[in-house]
């Protein structure tokens, strides 16, 4: 008989079925003595789900001179941080400002806060 994952009775049952998304980390691809070259390197790939953005998180960033573009909540792998790229399937990037656990859902998931990107990147190089 298979066991199943002990979790407890109130959790939600968190589907990740809109979409996907790929994080990488920005890094130096210039020589040592040359001018910097960012050059993204693939993280992962997750699956994401689409989330409203809240009037009280919207107005709070509009104070912050932030533009949030969407929300999405993702796996919570321990993989993301506030200085990489999300690339969604549609080719749009934007830099990931905010990475937020989330509670009571089962599997454990992070919503990600992302604004829009100063710089486009050259995807068009990269291992897909």
């Not at 079925?17 to 994080?23: F, L, S």
């Not at 910097?36 to 709070?60: C, D, F, I």
């Not at 573009?69 to 400002?97: F, I, M, N, S, W």
């Amino acid at each position: 008989m298979r066991r199943l994952p002990q979790r407890r009775a109130d959790e939600i049952t968190q589907p990740f079925n809109d979409g996907v998304v790929r994080i990488y980390s920005v890094t130096d691809g210039a020589q040592p003595g040359y001018q910097p070259r960012p050059v993204l390197r693939l993280k992962g790939t997750l699956r994401y789900e689409e989330r409203q953005l809240g009037v009280q998180r919207y107005y709070s960033a509009k104070q912050n001179n932030v533009r949030i573009e969407r929300v999405l909540r993702v796996p919570r792998t321990g993989q993301v941080d506030t200085q990489d790229v999300a690339v969604t399937e549609d080719g749009r990037q934007y830099q990931v400002d905010w990475v937020q656990s989330v509670r009571d859902v089962w599997p454990a998931a992070a919503d990600l806060t992302l604004v829009c990107v100063t710089q486009q990147y050259d995807v068009s190089k990269l291992d897909t």
